[in-house]
């Protein structure tokens, strides 16, 4: 039993200002984050949606959204790596207050800060590798890409396909140490946008996976009841990151234009900036309340809820970013004011899980009374 919950907006109020000082030179040499984590670490901040019962700090799902969204206005690529980390975390959290696999993770967290690593938006319901069977378990060889803050993490949370003699080809989903035999990182991270979250690719060169390691086995391709938590539970906190650029972003802009005075068409374009805002703050809101702090057994409705959302605050993000510039004018374009790297970072909400247009069809397919997703 550890102490109290950490305080999330003194460790905002603390290190937001240390990331932000920081953000431009990671960004402009796409260096991953690493002063930031180990602060992090140092404030016990990975460990702190683990309960208290397991050794964690025992903060909520909606304090763990208001700390991602905090660092998010500091630093985009800080808050995106840790958010990959703490949607593992809060997953687990579900399944171990619902009976289901999850502790021995959640303790693994807080034994010594342990930092998760998340391969689940690229793999979706197919995912790719391949097990084979071996003696106590398998052997996976797979090439994993999009694994942001590998290069600080500790355990890999992936799946990957097995050709069950029986049931036919499964995905089986698993942990496995970043330090194991046959695991590297294949440094490829060069972007756009959120350059400093070391996303690169994990290679997994016939890698030893145990038996017991083994946390869920499910059809190739087909929709699974788990995504139901997964999405549910995933995206507000991925979400929250780009609701924080969109707020540093607006923040920075209103400075600005205020400095200039209104011109006849500033402040309009102030006016549409801070609509597009709180559409985004709203939207977050409501993906928060759908989790009911992890105390809700999603369905398909509540994953739906959550991905319609998710479109919602990502194109709100990219067009109060967008107005942001405008708003600023020729001073927004320079790197110095940061409102381009808001832009750049912004654009990378799109491609979470799901996509719009395939949140659409998830979506419509749905309200016709169709299967979300063609097998």
Same mark, same amino acid.
């Given at each position: 039993?550890?102490? +109290? #919950? ?61 700390? !991602? ?16 980390? $703490? ?14 696999? %999850? ?81 590297? !990182? ?9 350059? %400093?979250? %070391? ?12 038996? =017991?390691?083994?946390?869920?086995? =499910? ?16 995206? +507000? ?18 400075? !600005? ?16 900036? $801070? ?25 398909? $409705?509540? #994953? ?16 109060? #970013? ?14 110095? /004011? %940061? ?11 799109? /491609? ?24």
């Amino acid at each position: 039993m550890t102490g +109290p #919950a950490p305080d999330w907006k003194k460790a905002v109020a603390e290190l937001a200002s240390v990331f932000a000082e920081r953000a431009a030179a990671y960004d402009g040499t796409d260096t991953f984050v690493a002063e930031n984590y180990a602060d992090m670490r140092a404030t016990k901040l990975f460990s702190a949606l683990v309960p208290q019962a397991l050794g964690g700090g025992g903060l909520s799902y909606s304090e763990a959204c208001g700390l !991602i969204r905090g660092f998010g206005r500091a630093c985009g690529s800080t808050a995106l790596a840790f958010s990959m980390h $703490q949607h593992l975390v809060a997953t687990a959290l579900w399944n171990y207050r619902h009976g289901k696999p %999850g502790e021995a993770l959640l303790r693994a967290v807080a034994e010594g800060e342990r930092v998760l690593v998340s391969t689940g938006a690229s793999d979706w319901l197919s995912s790719s590798g391949v097990l084979e069977r071996c003696e106590g378990g398998y052997r996976v060889t797979a090439t994993k890409p999009f694994a942001s803050g590998c290069v600080a993490g500790d355990l890999l949370v992936t799946s990957g396909r097995y050709n069950d003699p029986v049931a036919g080809c499964q995905v089986l989903h698993f942990s496995v140490s970043m330090a194991a035999e046959g695991v590297r !990182i294949d440094r490829v991270w060069e972007t756009m946008g959120m350059r %400093g979250t %070391g996303s690169h690719t994990v290679v997994l060169d016939n890698v030893f996976v145990p038996e =017991r390691a083994i946390t869920l086995c =499910r059809p190739c391709g087909e929709y699974h009841p788990a995504w139901n938590v997964i999405l549910t539970v995933a995206l +507000p906190l991925t979400s929250a990151v780009y609701v924080g650029i969109a707020e540093a972003a607006a923040e920075k802009a209103c400075g !600005i234009a205020a400095r200039k005075g209104d011109d006849g068409v500033n402040a309009l374009v102030i006016g549409e900036m $801070q609509t597009e805002l709180t559409t985004a703050r709203i939207a977050l809101e409501s993906m928060i309340a759908n989790v009911n702090e992890l105390d809700v057994e999603p369905g398909v $409705q509540h #994953a739906n809820c959550a991905l319609i959302r998710k479109t919602i605050v990502a194109e709100a993000v990219k067009r109060t #970013a967008d107005k942001a510039l405008e708003a600023t004018g020729g001073a927004g374009y320079f790197r110095r /004011f %940061g409102i381009e790297r808001f832009l750049r970072d912004a654009q990378a909400a799109q /491609f979470h899980p799901m996509p719009a247009k395939k949140q659409h069809r998830f979506t419509g397919r749905l309200a016709m009374g169709l299967d979300p997703i063609v097998p």
